[in-house]
Structures are given as C-alpha cells and as structure tokens.
C-alpha cells in the first residue's frame, strides 16, 4: 500500500524536533531540566529518555548546556553551532 500525501523520512522528522526544542529554550536562559522536559512532553510528545537524547545531540552541537546534576539547562550558542547554522 501506498501512503498518500508527502512521506516524511526520519531525518526530517529529527531535524524539525532538534529545531523546535531549540527554539523552545531560546531566550529562556537557565531553566530547570526536569520542567523543560515535561513541557518537551507536553508540547511534542516525546519521552524524557528520547528528549534527553535530543537535548544530548543540541549539547554536542553547541547550542545548550545540561546540567543533570544542578537540574538546569541553558542556551549557550558556541562558535560550533554558529557554525552550524550557517551551513
């Protein structure tokens, strides 16, 4: 069978989720983690463990940072994900 409609692969889908919770925390500054990912939740639907590895990959690119220990999570925009941004 055929789907009808545009077929979304799943990079697509990744990307737009990497950007909308970016987006979620731009100018928000330090924000408790345990909340931000409830509202992940609430707002796309993802569970704490797939939303952390979201928040894992926006970490490695430069964009936030996570402290699981102190309960926060912050943008911080490096020159890596500038550099991202603009490829």
């Not at 330090?30 to 979201?54: C, D, H, P, Q, W």
């Not at 490695?60 to 925009?77: H, P, R, S």
């Amino acid at each position: 069978m055929s789907r009808k409609g545009r077929r979304r692969d799943g990079s697509g889908i990744r990307r737009e989720r990497l950007q909308k919770i970016h987006s979620m925390l731009e100018g928000a500054g330090e924000v408790s983690l345990k909340r931000f990912l409830a509202n992940i939740s609430y707002t796309i639907g993802l569970t704490n463990m797939t939303a952390m590895k979201y928040l894992n990959e926006l970490e490695a690119l430069g964009f936030i940072e996570v402290d699981e220990i102190g309960d926060l999570v912050k943008e911080t925009v490096t020159e890596e994900a500038e550099e991202v941004v603009e490829e």
